[in-house]
């Protein structure tokens, strides 16, 4: 069975993707599959996206600002707090479908 993916579109400099396809994307990163994503895999998440190197201390500052309960960690319940980091920082447009 294939499975079918969606070649990302660039608009005005931005990847456009669907809050589902964030959500995939950014589960690549979760190295251990806990279901969150710690500082590191955030970095690492980031570095892709921007194409160069993201330092620890930032993505811990990142963390701190979409962590709604300060865990340490961004959950499923704060991928929207995310999301609209990546739109805001990261030259990602979130289509809401």
Partial sequence: MAIKTRTYSVV???REMTMNEFKRWLKKFDDDKDGRISRDELADAIRVSRGGWFTGRK???IIGSV???GNGFIDDNE???LAEFAEKYLNIKILYL
């Fill in 59 to 61: 993505s811990k500052r």
């Fill in 12 to 14: 005005d400099g931005k």
């Fill in 67 to 69: 962590d709604a309960d």
């Fill in 79 to 81: 991928i929207k707090n």
